[in-house]
């Protein structure tokens, strides 16, 4: 079982930036394909960047690409997402998702989820 904790949420202003992180007590996170999803209200949860375990290699949705960056923290043990240039449309709670055996990309069958970190972005 992998207990993921994300953190880092806020309100902001369109145009401003947020780094959000994700924390796993117990397993190393360069060991786990991982991803940051979304979901506003009354819509479906999205994917938003992804990370492969081992190599890092990444891989992001259409509408973030160019303005967020997903990474990891060897030495916090700690999954990032730098999120710049947010738009009103970037608003929703953030998830953090694991896998262990596969790299799921975008889709939603990831083995573990955290709780969720809030990001309001206002015009």
């Known amino acids: 079982q992998v207990h993921l904790v994300e953190s880092g949420g806020g309100s902001v202003q369109a145009g401003g930036s947020l780094r959000l992180s994700c924390a796993a007590s117990t397993y190393f996170l360069t060991r786990l394909n991982m991803a940051w999803f979304r979901q506003a209200p009354g819509k479906e949860r999205e994917g938003v960047a992804s990370i492969s375990a081992g190599e890092s290699t990444t891989y992001y949705a259409d509408s973030v690409k160019g303005r967020f960056t997903i990474s990891r923290d060897i030495a916090k043990n700690t999954l990032d997402l730098q999120m710049n240039s947010l738009r009103p449309e970037d608003t929703g709670m953030y998830y953090c998702?694991?896998?262990?055996?596969?790299?799921?990309?975008?889709?939603?069958?990831?083995?573990?989820w955290g709780q969720g970190t809030q990001v309001t972005v206002s015009s």
């Open positions: 998702a694991a896998s262990g055996l596969s790299w799921p990309l975008l889709d939603n069958s990831y083995n573990f």
